[in-house]
Structure formats: C-alpha cells, structure tokens
Nanobody, 126 residues
Framework: EVQLVESGGGSVQAGASLRLSCAAS????????IGWFRQAPGKERERVSC????????SYIDSVKGRFTVSVDSAKNMVYLQMNSLKPEDTAVYFC???????????????????WGQGTQVTVSS
C-alpha cells in the first residue's frame, strides 16, 4: 500500500525557514513522480514543485524559485521541501503526492496524482 506522511509544518514569522518531510512507504520514491503541493483556504490546490519519474529533474513554480529546494534521501525513502525566506502568501496546507507519470511532472494536474499524504500546515505571519 502506498503511503505518504508529511511532517515539519508550523507557524513562523516572515523570512524564516522550515523543512517539510515526506515519508514514503509501500513503494520506492525513485520509481514515481513526486510532487509537493499546497492549498490555501478558499484556493485550489497548487503544485509547488515536482520530480519527474523518468529523469528525476525537479521543477518549481516561479513564486518559490530560489527560496524552496526539494531533496531526496533514497536510502530513507524520504523527500524534503526546504523552504527559506518564507512569505505570508506561502501560508497553506502542504501535501506530498506520488504517481507513475510518464511525462514531465509539471504537465499534470493535482488530480492526476493518485497518492497523497494528509498534509501539514504552514503558517507564515508578517
């Protein structure tokens, strides 16, 4: 059974950093596309970053480029989202997701990822 569990969220001041973790079980993260998504109240779920299944290239949305970094620990089957210089607009519930996706992961909608964690809340105050 594919399972994903996020952790590491919290409440911080603008400019602070957080590192989110996504623990995967039931599958090898190296064989799946992995996505980090977020959903703010009243807004649609938004892809923040994703890792291609095929070539493991990582992409980011423009609003987090240079501030967020995804890393992978294959030995631990973990994926991390390092978030620096946090802004109030980064406030959201953050999710990791996994799916077998043949194409560049940024081409897929959130609902095309079939496996999700429960999410972790990130709140950034000004």
């Amino acid at each position: 059974e594919v399972q994903l569990v996020e952790s590491g969220g919290g409440s911080v001041q603008a400019g602070a950093s957080l590192r989110l973790s996504c623990a995967a079980s039931g599958f090898s993260i190296g064989a799946y596309a992995i996505g980090w998504f977020r959903q703010a109240p009243g807004k649609e779920r938004e892809r923040v970053s994703c890792i291609n299944e095929s070539d493991r290239k990582i992409s980011y949305i423009d609003s987090v480029k240079g501030r967020f970094t995804v890393s992978v620990d294959s030995a631990k089957n973990m994926v991390y989202l390092q978030m620096n210089s946090l802004k109030p607009e980064d406030t959201a519930v953050y999710f990791c997701a996994a799916e077998r996706l043949a194409l560049t992961c940024s081409l897929y909608r959130a609902d095309e990822f079939g496996n999700w964690g429960q999410g972790t809340q990130v709140t950034v105050s000004s």
